[in-house]
């Protein structure tokens, strides 16, 4: 008799456990493990005697109690620090600031605003996201209300992120925070011990021969590479020389390219180079990773986010600062394009939306950069996002190795270009629609079994080609 | 009563004792109310939830396309387990989920006994010894797995591979890349063994130190000692560890998602893993549920195995 008791009580007990784990997240919280592009470096606090910030009358008019969740990269964390700023200048607004690590606050992001369940009012959002929720009806437009205040400046704004944060009526669902595209890092003491010269604009065949002459496992590695498995880790640099190889993932009817020819070259190109002459832990590297290994002077070359340029052009952050040089994104037969910002975006469902606006428009603001720059230093301004930034003698000043090229290669991209053939999405180092993050995170994990040295690249083209195909059908695509 | 027969005892009467039950059964109820309610809606309310997701296609991402398919996500897990291809990891993760679980469990209890026979005996600084030992498990799992990752694996910075220059082995392996799965039972068996040495200590202390001197008087060695007393005494707390141990460690995802990401290929993904990639990162509720459900299919079959086991353990001990 005992025995059907305990079995009962076990069946109940087991089934709700396990049911439970299908409902939410296995586990509690999450790590500040990247699953993104975007994360930023810490900056360094070298305040520079910028332009003062005009000062905003306070406006006791607008009230209301905002909940907003934001992504733990250091430009938020600035933000956090400002917030009486923003209290001083609305004083009825009630401001509830959540600031989590990336990977824990995107889950409750993405199920807050597909959900519509209210939890927040303004919440960051990326690339792309915008368009979808847009087209769902989950965020407000915040584009005409921010364009007709002059003081925000509206046109200040690069049209790329205005582009790819539009939703297919034309207008801006999410205002940009901070952005960023990619470039190439590399050590000038070394480019010269070894007589080599690195080009305004390399190709990615260049890279590759730099590599191998560079290559001295024991002391640097020719190059360092994310392939740490993640659709926004491994999956963001390997997107854009696929691209730059002349390769897509998909072609316009939703057929799987990874398996073409020109794909399966880059694909080939990346695996390689890092089999040959990456780091050894290329497979636990995402963009921290890789950034210790540049900054600890373990790699003489670096493809990633411009964001790290930021802390590597710091002599109290990076020992080699002096010798780090600053390169054009590589090319083979187009740009490796790379476009990625942290938006604000409003919630359809907010009780407040005049101060969720009135937030939105602070933290995205003309001002607000200068406010930043003259409270906390250059280094934790938002930048990437506005022209205004880059002709700014403070940040100029503060930046002066590589501000220019960033702002060259910025404005040189377009999101809706990301490939010599069409393909039915936006973006460029990642397939721009929501389900791509299945797809995208068991591509790189077969594509890191290759580089680890458990599987071979012919089989491995095969499965993520067959992948591809399963995944659009599964999500009616194909 | 069948199981008294299954346990090979015969079965004996007892004096029947009469309680009126009706007189406590109305203030019982409610005493368990509370507790019984608050059960049922947080365990038995989520589970028909998950019923019923189960039976949708639903991406959170695309609620226009939220369809009743019946059984078809539970067709697509069996596909997956019998298909070449394995289109969903599942059998994968299942495979990943039996190889952690029972190597980790028994690599754990072998190194527990270690363990626990070393801090049963007084030595000087046994204490320090002993608290050094149970240490990782009070670790947090993610610190935890942070420090192997950065600390101790990491093919330039950590500790394995620079012991290994030191004394001029060469390079190590790269431990992630090359033996991810070692890798992953590395890191709970550190943190488990210290669990089995807590329960095999407390079984060691339970051994009569007469019985011990008397086999010393007989002239036993340490060695005899440990095969002849200690052990068989120990059986039973090492079923009770491996019963505990693998309810723990079926579930363990901290090392995963801080290392490898479930990679590289599927190497690293179990079950939990997979189901936090389909039904959180990847939004799919409706395949997430079912998984979560077939894996609460199989848990209840282990687990009920494992029950009769311990159950058994106990009667034998205490009688029934």
């Known amino acids: 008799m005992d025995r059907t008791i305990n079995r009962r009580t076990v069946l109940k007990g087991a089934g709700a456990l396990a049911a439970g784990a299908a409902v939410v997240s296995p586990f509690g919280a999450a790590l500040a493990q990247d699953a993104s592009p975007a994360a930023s470096p810490a900056a360094s606090p070298m305040a520079s005697p910028g332009a003062s910030p005009v000062a905003i009358a306070p406006d006791p008019s607008i009230t209301g109690e905002l909940n907003v969740a934001m992504v733990a990269n250091p430009q938020m964390v600035a933000l956090q620090k400002l917030q009486p700023q923003f209290q001083e200048a609305y004083p009825n607004i009630k401001l509830n600031l959540l600031v989590l690590p990336e990977n824990e606050v995107r889950d409750r992001i993405r199920t807050d605003v597909s959900t519509q369940a209210g939890q927040f009012d303004v919440v960051t959002i990326g690339m792309f996201e915008a368009a979808d929720y847009a087209k769902q009806g989950w965020t407000m437009d915040v584009g005409t209300p921010l364009s007709s205040d002059p003081n925000y400046d509206y046109n200040d704004i690069f049209p790329a992120f205005v582009s790819a944060l539009s939703g297919e009526d034309g207008k801006l669902y999410a205002a940009p925070f901070y952005g960023e595209s990619s470039m190439l890092y590399y050590r000038k003491d070394l480019f010269e011990a070894a007589g080599l010269t690195m080009p305004d604009k390399p190709t990615w065949d260049d890279v590759g021969n730099f590599a191998k002459t560079l290559h001295k496992p024991d002391e640097t590695y020719g190059i360092a590479l994310r392939a740490l498995p993640g659709w926004g880790e491994f999956g963001a640099p390997l997107t854009s020389v696929i691209n730059a190889f002349g390769g897509r993932w998909f072609d316009e009817d939703w057929k799987s390219q990874l398996a073409s020819e020109e794909s399966a070259a880059a694909i080939k190109f990346y695996t390689d180079l890092l089999i040959n002459y990456g780091q050894p832990s290329a497979t636990t590297s995402g963009f921290t990773e890789c950034e210790n290994l540049f900054v600890q002077g373990k790699a003489a070359m670096w493809y990633d986010a411009t964001s790290a340029a930021d802390l590597l052009g710091d002599p109290q952050l990076n020992p080699q600062a002096a010798n780090t040089g600053f390169a054009y994104q590589p090319m083979e037969k187009i740009g490796s394009g790379w476009l990625w910002a942290w938006a604000f975006a409003v919630e359809k469902g907010t009780q407040h939306s005049d101060a969720a606006l009135a937030f939105v428009k602070w933290a995205t603001s003309k001002n607000y950069v200068q406010t930043v720059a003259s409270q906390l230093g250059w280094g934790q301004v938002p930048s990437g996002v506005r022209a205004s930034t880059y002709a700014d003698p403070g940040y100029k000043e503060y930046a002066k190795g590589f501000s220019d090229l960033v702002l060259s290669i910025i404005q040189a991209q377009d999101p809706t270009k990301c490939c010599v053939d069409p393909v039915p999405y936006k973006g460029l180092q990642f397939v721009g629609v929501p389900e791509f993050v299945t797809l995208g995170d068991s591509v790189t994990k077969e594509l890191a079994n290759v580089i680890a040295g458990n599987e071979k690249i012919d089989d491995a083209l095969g499965k993520i080609d067959e992948m591809a195909n399963q995944w659009a059908q599964d999500n009616g695509y194909q | ?320």
Do not use: C
């Not at chain 2, 591979?161 to 033996?179: E, I, N, S």
């Open chain 2, 1 to 320: 009563m069948a199981s008294n027969v299954r346990l090979g005892q015969a079965e004996t009467a007892q004096a029947p004792v009469i309680v009126d039950t009706r007189r406590y059964s109305t203030v019982g109820r409610w005493l368990v109310a509370p507790a019984f309610i608050y059960l049922l809606v947080v365990t038995q309310l989520p589970f028909i939830v998950a019923l019923y997701d189960s039976t949708f296609r639903w991406n959170l991402m695309r609620p226009e396309r939220k369809k009743n398919i019946g059984l078809q996500n539970f067709r697509d897990l069996i596909s997956s387990l019998t298909k070449d291809s394995d289109p969903y990891a599942f059998r994968a993760a299942l495979i990943n989920s039996v190889i952690f679980t029972v190597s980790a469990v028994v690599i754990s209890l072998v190194l527990g006994l270690l363990y626990a026979e070393l801090v049963n005996h007084r030595f000087p600084g046994r204490n320090v010894v002993r608290t050094m030992l149970i240490t990782p498990f009070l670790v947090m799992p993610v610190a935890g797995a942070l420090g192997w990752k950065n600390l101790m694996m990491d093919p330039d910075f950590g500790v394995i591979d620079w012991v290994m220059r030191t004394l001029h082995f060469g390079h190590g392996p790269v431990w992630l890349a090359h033996l991810p799965r070692q890798s992953i039972i590395i890191m709970l068996v550190w943190r488990w063994a210290p669990f089995m040495m807590l329960i095999l200590l407390a079984g060691m202390q339970s051994i009569d130190e007469e019985v011990r001197e008397a086999a010393r008087v007989d002239g036993a060695t340490p060695l005899n000692e440990f095969i002849g007393i200690t052990l068989p005494h120990l059986y039973r707390f090492m079923q009770l560890g491996a019963l505990l141990g693998s309810v723990y460690i079926v579930q363990e995802t901290d090392a995963i998602f801080v290392t490898t990401q479930g990679g590289p290929g599927t190497l690293t993904t179990n079950l939990p893993y997979l189901v936090y990639e389909t039904a959180v990162r990847g939004s799919q509720v409706g395949r997430g549920a079912a998984m979560g459900l077939v894996v609460v299919a199989l848990t209840i079959i282990t687990m009920t195995f494992l029950l009769r086991i311990m159950d058994r353990m106990l009667r034998a001990q205490y009688g029934s």
